[in-house]
């Protein structure tokens, strides 16, 4: 087999969303195999090791986190050489498809999960509440899942007013309760923004043995994105399927948002709604003294103007 699969080279920016579709179809078939879920899903195989990583993505973020299209879970598993099982969906659809239960529900009875040492299922937001409900076909799996979502039934999350529309979905039938679907994980890790009230309450459902859950601060939405950009994902996923994520170690990782602009950015917007300017002073230093960001650069002097002035008076007073 290839080292390097290089139709998952194609950029989305280059072909349409079919035309991207049939590449990956072509790489199933030539590595593992390809197998469409009605009209909104499609699952794609590529074996290349004794660690399958399971993972759920869609369409529009495999196009919106790199300009090279490939898909997340081969990007997390060409460290380790290892297979991956994606199911990818046309838009957010939380993977509640009859088509999708069946397909997972045949891997089950194929024994396909027996081949693999270990298998670990990863998703963020509504695919992290996909990794979390199906991994229950999969015994003795290890989960990760990003800012995921426990269900969308109203009569348990009334409060998430974000997916309204989608409350016409099943979420009470088979797969549907993701913090019940965990029960037979080996273990699960959930990663949230604390800030962000009803993520942080998405994930407090999550709360049972066997079941970690790291906080995230100031992340935000796109947290998966965040996790790449800062060149921390891997680590994360890897450090999860072996067993080694632990406070200290997410720390570690987390550690380097320090070198993330992005996260300054958004600190710093956090810091002016709290109304702490010297705290904005404090991170608006670091950014330009870090990263140089002459907008940031202007916005500092005028705060350090701003706080001269302030002072000036009152040393006149004394």
Not at 32 to 48: D, I, Q, S, T, Y
Not at 172 to 191: I, K, N, Q
Request: charged content about 25%; hydrophobic content about 40%; proline content about 5%.
């Amino acid at each position: 087999m290839q080292d390097q699969i290089e139709p998952l080279s194609v950029t989305l920016t280059d072909l349409r969303p079919s035309q991207w579709l049939q590449e990956i179809k072509s790489v199933g078939e030539t590595y593992g195999f390809f197998e469409p879920l009605g009209k909104a899903h499609n699952a794609v195989f590529v074996e290349k090791g004794d660690t399958l990583l399971v993972s759920f993505e869609t369409l529009p973020a495999i196009q919106a986190l790199t300009d090279i299209a490939r898909l997340v879970a081969c990007e997390l598993v060409k460290v380790r050489d290892g297979s991956c099982l994606t199911v990818i969906s046309n838009r957010d659809t939380w993977f509640r498809d009859g088509e999708v239960y069946g397909f997972f529900d045949q891997l089950t009875d194929d024994g396909f999960f027996e081949d693999f040492d270990k298998v670990v299922f990863y998703g963020a937001g509504p695919c992290g509440y996909a990794a979390c409900a199906f991994s229950v076909a999969c015994p003795g799996a290890t989960v990760i899942a990003l800012e995921p979502q426990a269900t969308l039934d109203p009569r348990l999350t009334e409060w998430d007013d974000r997916f309204v529309e989608m409350r016409k979905l099943d979420f009470t039938s088979r797969y549907g309760f993701a913090p019940d679907m965990l029960e037979a994980s080996d273990s699960a890790y959930v990663v949230y923004d604390p800030q962000e009230r009803l993520d942080a309450m998405h994930a407090a459902l999550f709360e049972r043995t066997g079941v970690a859950r790291f906080r995230a601060r100031h992340f935000g939405g796109g947290m998966q994105a965040h996790f790449m950009q800062m060149g921390a994902l891997s680590d994360l996923v890897h450090q999860a399927a072996d067993g080694d994520l632990t406070p200290a170690s997410f720390a570690q990782l987390y550690r380097k948002r320090r070198q993330h602009v992005p996260y300054i950015k958004k600190l710093i917007a956090v810091v002016e709604k709290a109304e702490r300017p010297y705290a904005v002073e404090a991170v608006c230093a670091y950014l330009v003294n870090s990263f140089g960001a002459p907008r940031y650069r202007r916005k500092l002097n005028n705060l350090r103007a701003a706080r001269e002035a302030e002072q000036t008076p009152k040393a006149a007073e004394a």
